[in-house]
């Protein structure tokens, strides 16, 4: 068997070792060009499938530092509102202290009233704040509108209770900021647990400036009424009327029953009555509402002397409650900023990571690649080289 060569085979063979040589160039060019060592899919098929999966991860990774500096920026508006708050209501109860002293007369006691007014309007205002994209910070998932509004002296809360949840690394989420209904509706009188009060038609001078959980504990929850048999002895008794403790009083000192404990100062009247029970909710506005009202209050008389001063004590508990309250929320709020940065170290450390496994599979090694692309031209320089001698070959050139 012979194998026939000819000049057409020659041709095409010379033909197609150059398009390939040229062709292995332009590819090297375009690796130098990019930096990139895939160009196209073929080049590495596995290793540009796994790189489009890590970009993915990065583009998600992305949108999770969004998100997280979008849920910080909104966490930290609600750290200076709740800061501003915390200075008012500290102002409220600085006042509070000061419109008990006897020593203010019916104008001072006025001028008073009109600063808290003052003060509950700027709190209405900081309900309202908005986060600067046009959100209420304040509204839970109902934020399009103002969270609060006020009628007829009364303010209502319009939002909802939800408190959303963002995603800020993968599998990490943080809470965004309180519902306001939370942070200015829904706050414990007393001193969160337990509250007291004077009744209303008492008619001697004691004063209730103090109620808890005494330190042994027991309180089960249940109400109480402690009521006065003399000047200087009490009973008290459940909501069966029942008799549970009796004792004497010392003006001062504290009068423990049932796991609760209550000072009362002053001389009381025969009949007189302080209740204890679970702490209600009161929202901070009508804290501040009830306490202007306190301030107009008749003490031509001994009576309503003490009568105001109870209702002025029992103003100083909710108000140093909503402080509290507020307090608890920031430190809330600090702990869910902290969590962003954590996960912001955790984001950042897993974008390193895999840009620099992108960097492995995409990136070019200039230094092979330039050798590379020296030896092709090398290869594609002798191959034209040969082909302009094999066209210069003929037959005729043998028989002359």
């Known amino acids: 068997m012979s194998t026939r060569i000819s000049s057409n085979m020659m041709y095409d063979q010379s033909v197609a070792l150059m398009l390939s040589k040229q062709s292995k160039m332009n590819h090297l060019e375009q690796q130098l060009a990019t930096g990139k060592k895939i160009v196209t899919a073929k080049d590495d098929p596995v290793a540009s499938g796994t790189a489009v999966g890590m970009d993915r991860v990065l583009a998600e990774l992305e949108q999770l530092g969004k998100n997280a500096n979008a849920v910080q920026n909104r966490l930290g508006l609600q750290e200076n509102v709740l800061a501003q708050a915390g200075e008012m209501l500290t102002r409220v109860s600085d006042l509070t202290v000061q419109a008990n002293s006897p020593a203010l007369s019916v104008e001072d006691r006025k001028a008073v009233a009109s600063e808290l007014k003052s003060i509950k309007d700027s709190l209405l205002a900081l309900a309202n704040t908005t986060d600067g994209t046009g959100r209420y910070l304040f ?4 934020d399009s509108s103002a969270p609060f509004s006020l009628s007829n002296g009364t303010v209502t809360y319009n939002g909802d209770q939800t408190q959303r949840q963002v995603e800020v690394s993968p599998g990490t989420f943080v809470k965004d900021a309180l519902p306001g209904s939370e942070i200015f509706m829904r706050i ?16 001697g001078q004691a004063v209730l400036t103090d109620i808890g959980r005494d330190s042994s504990g027991g309180w089960t929850g249940d109400s109480y009424t402690l009521r006065f048999t003399a000047t200087d002895t009490y009973e008290v008794v ?3 009327n029942t008799v549970v403790a009796t004792g004497t009083h010392t003006s001062g000192e504290d009068i423990v029953f049932e796991g609760l404990r209550m000072r009362i100062d002053g001389t009381p009247a025969v009949g007189d009555t302080f209740s204890a029970a679970t702490a209600e909710t009161r929202d901070v506005f009508s804290s501040i509402d009830q306490l202007v009202q306190t301030l107009q209050m008749d003490t031509s008389t001994p009576a309503a002397r003490a009568a105001q001063q109870n209702a002025l004590q029992a103003s100083i508990r909710d108000v140093r409650q909503a402080s509290n309250s507020m307090i608890d929320t920031r430190a809330a709020g600090g702990a869910q900023l902290t969590a962003i940065d954590n996960a912001d170290s955790l984001r950042e450390a897993n974008t390193v990571t895999l840009e620099s496994s992108l960097s492995q599979m995409r990136d070019l090694n200039y230094a092979e690649a330039i050798g590379q692309y020296k030896l092709e031209g090398a290869a594609l320089q002798a191959a034209q080289t040969i082909f302009t001698q094999m066209q210069s070959m003929s037959l005729f050139n043998m028989i002359r």
């Open 139 to 142: 509204g839970g998932a109902a």
């Open 188 to 203: 414990r009188t007393g001193d969160g647990t337990v509250d007291g009060r004077a009744a209303a038609g008492n008619t």
């Open 238 to 240: 459940d909501a069966s």
